[in-house]
């Protein structure tokens, strides 16, 4: 079972350049969510889709852009790195109802930004 | 102030131990909460849901209070299985998950 796919898991960049992380779910999940890991500071939703055509900024939107491209497919931009953004990205998905709680993650995108 | 706090650990515990874990929630309005396991450099995944009326799954034990907006997560009997870091999870509206930071816990033999 695929699950939640993510790509690239690791990339390095350097500061000013642009990349897209791409993120699919095979489970016909109707959420879909970024989040990024730092250490000492847990998981920080950047944005989020709670159904097909809708995204929102979670809580900390700055410096990136999402497309919900399908039900399938959420990907995350970053236009122009900055060594700030170096972290662990996560995508997830769930059902999207809520008391429904159960996210699936991929298995993370490490970004480094020199 | 984060919307979701939690313990920061790290929390160091003999294997048989019982060991508890808080977490406060800010907003008011929140509707669903859970906790969360995630391994080192690995993806969290659900632990439990966290009901009103308390809920049990074998050694693990949450409870919610949501006049006081806490959270909690009792492990009894530790395993060294168990050593992980512990999410503490809030469901403010449809799609909308905040993580706590975590706590990590050692479970030693």
């Known amino acids: 079972n695929a699950g939640v796919t993510q790509t690239p898991k690791f990339q390095v960049l350097k500061t000013g350049q642009s990349m897209t992380l791409q993120c699919a779910q095979d489970m016909n999940h109707n959420s879909m969510y970024w989040y990024r890991q730092d250490p000492g500071m847990g998981l920080r939703l950047i944005y989020y889709?709670?159904?097909?055509?809708?995204?929102d900024k979670g809580e900390v939107p700055n410096g990136y852009n999402v497309s919900r491209l399908n039900k399938r497919e959420f990907s995350l931009r970053l236009e122009s790195a900055a060594p700030s953004q170096t972290s662990v990205y996560f995508c997830?998905?769930?059902?999207?109802?809520?008391?429904?709680?159960?996210?699936?993650f991929g298995e993370g995108s490490r970004l480094t930004v020199l | 102030r984060k919307e979701v706090e939690q313990d920061p650990g790290p929390f160091n515990v003999p294997e048989g131990a019982t060991v508890a874990f808080n977490c406060t929630y800010s907003n008011s309005a929140s509707q669903s909460f859970f906790w969360y396991r995630q391994d080192c450099r690995k993806e969290p995944k659900l632990l439990m849901s966290?009901?009103?009326s308390g809920n049990e799954d074998g050694r693990f034990t949450a409870q919610l209070n949501r006049a006081s907006q806490y959270i909690s997560l009792l492990i009894r009997d530790s395993k060294l299985s168990d050593s992980a870091t512990y999410l503490c999870?809030?469901?403010?509206?449809?799609?909308?998950?905040?993580f706590g930071a975590g706590t990590r816990l050692t479970v030693k033999p």
């Open positions: 889709s709670a159904s097909e055509g809708t995204t």
């Open positions: 999870v809030v469901n403010r509206d449809v799609g909308d998950m905040r």
């Open positions: 966290v009901y009103s």
């Open positions: 997830a998905s769930s059902e999207g109802r809520v008391g429904t709680g159960e996210l699936f």
